[in-house]
T-cell receptor, first 114, second 116 residues
Framework: GAGVSQSPSNKVTEKGKDVELRCDPI?????LYWYRQRLGQGLEFLIY????????KSGLPSDRFSAERTGESVSTLTIQRTQQEDSAVYLC????????????FGQGTRLTVV | GESVGLHLPTLSVQEGDNSIINCAYS??????FIWYKQESGKGPQFIID?????DKRQGQRVTVLLNKTVKHLSLQIAATQPGDSAVYFC???????????????FGQGTILTVHP
């Protein structure tokens, strides 16, 4: 596709269940970011993948959160044993680096933990 | 324009007015700055960027000003239109002297409401 694609667009899950969120970046973009956005708040950095380098995981809030990326393609963000405070919109972005930090965002996945 | 606590600052203007949205950044090593616009239910959308070797950059109806001395960034929107209503975020990053950029760090955002 032409843009960053995320799935599902909405996810409702029960507290304690695991969820997996998917991001398809723009083809050829070597950098991929995951952010979390709680209602009415700014974007909170979670994790950053850059090519074959070790990912920057400094924003992951707990060991219940993990993410993977295969090469320069799809990434999945996994949240284990979900808690109500995990409810948020999870945004994925990709950028063409080196040379540009302009990141293109997907529509996000709205996660609701009940 | 700076946010405190959990609530985003707001700016209300009349259609046709000029808008100024402010952002304070924290990392003196940041050398690349971007403004994003986020409409309800959508992901952030790139508006304009500026590198640290510049203090002003103009786009179509938008101007970004950078003051590195006080680590302040502003976005000026000329002749604001109702379609400009959105949340505006600044973001900063650094290539740390290398060839690629690291993570984007976002400010808290400002809600702009344009009244017809």
């Amino acid at each position: 596709g032409a843009g960053v694609s995320q799935s599902p667009s909405n996810k409702v899950t029960e507290k304690g269940k695991d969820v997996e969120l998917r991001c398809d970046p723009i083809s050829g973009h070597t950098a991929l970011y995951w952010y979390r956005q709680r209602l009415g708040q700014g974007l909170e950095f979670l994790i950053y993948f850059q090519g074959n380098s070790a990912p920057d995981k400094s924003g992951l809030p707990s060991d219940r959160f993990s993410a993977e990326r295969t090469g320069e393609s799809v990434s999945t963000l996994t949240i284990q044993r979900t808690q109500q405070e995990d409810s948020a919109v999870y945004l994925c972005a990709s950028s063409l680096v080196p040379g540009s930090a302009e990141a293109f965002f997907g529509q996000g996945t709205r996660l609701t933990v009940v | 324009g700076e946010s405190v606590g959990l609530h985003l600052p707001t700016l209300s203007v009349q259609e046709g007015d000029n808008s100024i949205i402010n952002c304070a950044y924290s990392n003196s090593a940041s050398d690349y700055f971007i403004w994003y616009k986020q409409e309800s239910g959508k992901g952030p959308q790139f508006i304009i960027d500026i590198r640290s070797n510049m203090d002003k950059r103009q786009g179509q109806r938008v101007t970004v000003l950078l003051n590195k001395t006080v680590k302040h960034l502003s976005l000026q929107i000329a002749a604001t239109q109702p379609g400009d209503s959105a949340v505006y975020f600044c973001a900063e990053t650094s290539n740390a002297g290398g060839t690629s950029y690291g993570k984007l760090t976002f400010g808290q955002g400002t809600i702009l409401t344009v009244h017809p």
